[in-house]
């Protein structure tokens, strides 16, 4: 086999191949970033962007067919060529588990490529971008390269929101929230990301990504609780996960590594799950529960009561939080049957000797209500707004509970960055 490399320089705007040509080699970016997109008459519509590291044009030689969309240098690129006798090569020594895996990322491609290529003759160009499917489409996969980029260049970063006791204020611990830092568009909220994130499977890298983070700044922000000297007690970190993480074999064992390496005792760790999460593959998601439950780790129901409301989970699943729905709490002044539900939830949780969290509260007035009600726990913009990790050092070293004036931070931050 010849291995000497190919070297191929471009110019920023060159065309490096049309949607229809015939592709006989594959491009590694080795400098500059080369722009994928499809020529339309109502102009370009962008798919991606793929810079050093990453290879264009592989799926034409991988699957023998005719290129998809086309691509050109977005800024002057190096490139070394991959010649479709290199890659027939390396698929033919592959182990057969890879060649089968690499036949159905092909096969799902293709059928991905097909329904794009459909819609777009279906509609007239002109009308594409105000049609609802084939834009949501083309911007899912935009958001999905996006993403994949944000991961490689630290664009991910948490913000931590207070949860404390009722009726002392004091305390207990944060809720891990995740935002992206976007070149253009500044802070993402996670509900504008996430659910790309969990279709397209990113989600896994995400929470791992999250894990690891919590791993690195958990240990700050405990030694940041102990120089406060009228908060004693140990606090607790609670991160989202969702379905896909708890069918994954091998989450129990990522969180338990992360824990081991950090330092951080397990019960000090909640995870929280949706009641839909649990959903999805209901048997894998108990084994992994168990498997963390039985290590210490929490286990929180989020947004409760929004739901299936099977409650059955409730006894057969390792719960030790509830967190009621903030949709519950914002409307409990207003309307009774909000507040019958929250009194069931909390007789319910009694019963059960669970723990709960109100969420989303901002007024005085829910605070009380909640806390006459025997609530526990209070999570919302009146105690704190998500904080980066600078300024939630500084808040929980000088947290104060009920009455006390300096959680100054938390009141005047905005909830998606800083005051
Ligand atoms: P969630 O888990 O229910 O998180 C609570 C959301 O309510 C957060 O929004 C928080 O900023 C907001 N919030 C807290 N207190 C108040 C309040 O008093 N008033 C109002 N109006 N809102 C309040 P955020 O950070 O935008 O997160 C939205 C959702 O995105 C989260 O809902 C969670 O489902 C998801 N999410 C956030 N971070 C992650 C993550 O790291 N991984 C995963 N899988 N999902 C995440
Ligand atoms: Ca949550
Ligand atoms: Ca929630």
């Not at 977005?74 to 006798?85: G, R, T, Y």
């Not at 993402?188 to 791992?208: R, S």
Request: charged letters at 20%; proline letters at 5%; one cysteine or more.
């Amino acid at each position: 086999m010849n291995t000497t490399l190919d070297w191929i320089n471009l110019s920023a705007g060159t065309l490096l191949f049309a949607e229809g040509d015939a592709g006989s080699c594959a491009y590694l970016v080795s400098r500059g970033q080369i722009q994928i997109f499809l020529a339309r008459d109502a102009g370009d519509v962008v798919l991606g962007l793929a810079g050093p590291g990453e290879i264009v044009g592989e799926m034409a030689i991988l699957a023998d067919c005719r290129r998809s969309a086309s691509a050109r240098a977005a800024e002057d690129c190096e490139l070394i060529l991959i010649k479709s006798e290199q890659i027939a090569y390396r698929i033919a020594d592959a182990d057969p588990i890879l060649q089968m895996l690499l036949k159905i990322v092909i096969a799902r491609h293709r059928e991905t490529l097909g329904r794009l290529n459909d819609r777009a003759e279906q509609m007239n160009p002109a009308h594409a971008l105000a049609a609802g499917g084939f834009e949501a489409e083309l911007g899912m996969l935009t958001l999905e390269s996006e993403l994949r980029h944000a991961l490689q260049n630290d664009e991910f970063e948490l913000f931590f929101q207070p949860i404390v006791r009722l009726p002392s204020r004091r305390l207990a611990g944060f809720e891990a929230l995740l935002r992206w830092r976007h070149r253009t568009r500044g802070l993402v909220p996670p509900g504008e990301f996430i659910p790309v994130a969990e279709a397209c499977g990113l989600i896994v890298e995400i929470t791992n990504w999250c894990l690891a983070r919590i791993g690195a700044v958990f240990p700050a922000i405990m030694t940041a609780a102990l120089q406060n000297i009228s908060e004693v007690d140990p606090l607790s970190l609670s991160v989202n996960v969702t379905g896909y993480d708890l069918s994954r074999p091998s989450f129990a064992g990522t969180v338990t590594a992360m824990l081991q390496a950090s330092g951080i005792d397990p019960a000090s760790l909640k995870l929280e799950v949706t009641e839909s999460s649990l959903m999805k593959e209901p048997a894998r998601a108990v084994a992994t529960l168990d498997t963390l439950r039985g290590l210490g780790v929490g286990v929180a129901i989020d947004d409760f009561g929004t739901g299936y409301s099977s409650l059955s989970y409730l006894t057969s699943l390792p719960i030790t939080t509830i967190k009621i729905d903030q949709t519950f709490v914002r409307s409990m002044t207003q309307q009774k049957a909000s507040r019958k539900i929250i009194q069931m939830i909390l007789r319910l949780a009694e019963e059960l000797e669970i723990p709960v969290v109100a969420e989303g509260i901002e007024r005085a007035e829910e605070e009380q209500i909640l806390a006459d009600l025997g609530c526990a726990f209070g999570q919302g913009y009146h105690f704190g707004k998500p904080l980066p990790l600078d300024l939630t050092l500084a808040l929980t070293r000088q947290w104060r509970a009920s009455g006390q004036k300096s959680n100054r931070h938390a009141m005047a931050a905005s909830p998606m960055g800083r005051p």
